[in-house]
Nanobody, 123 residues
Framework: QVQLVESGGGLVQAGGSLRLSCAAS????????MGWFRQAPGKERELVTA????????YYTDSVKGRFTISRDNAKNTGYLQMNNLKPEDTAVYYC????????????????WGQGTQVTVSS
């Protein structure tokens, strides 16, 4: 079992920045790929970015490329999502997730989920 706790969400103006953290406990964090998903009201939960166990491969959805950066510190059992130049359309609940099998592009690829943290971007 892996327990994930997100933090760092909040209200920010368009163009601002936030840094989300995902603290993992339980099994060894470095054994899992990590993904950040988001879900806006009335929409499906979508993958924003993902990173492999050793950070050798990273994926970004097109809408966040050049603005968001995923990273992880396996020694601290923590993952991060740096979000710059935020836009109102980035408003959503952001979830971190851990998966046992490489870089996952769908929700089904992830075994453990955090409770989510709200990100609201005002225009």
């Amino acid at each position: 079992q892996v327990q994930l706790v997100e933090s760092g969400g909040g209200l920010v103006q368009a163009g601002g920045s936030l840094r989300l953290s995902c603290a993992a406990s339980g099994r060894t964090f470095s054994s899992y790929a990590m993904g950040w998903f988001r879900q806006a009201p009335g929409k499906e939960r979508e993958l924003v970015t993902a990173i492999t166990r050793s950070a050798g491969s990273i994926y970004y959805t097109d809408s966040v490329k050049g603005r968001f950066t995923i990273s992880r510190d396996n020694a601290k059992n923590t993952g991060y999502l740096q979000m710059n130049n935020l836009k109102p359309e980035d408003t959503a609940v952001y979830y971190c997730a851990a998966g046992r099998y490489g870089l996952g592009y769908t929700k089904a690829a992830y075994d453990y989920w955090g409770q989510g943290t709200q990100v609201t971007v005002s225009s």
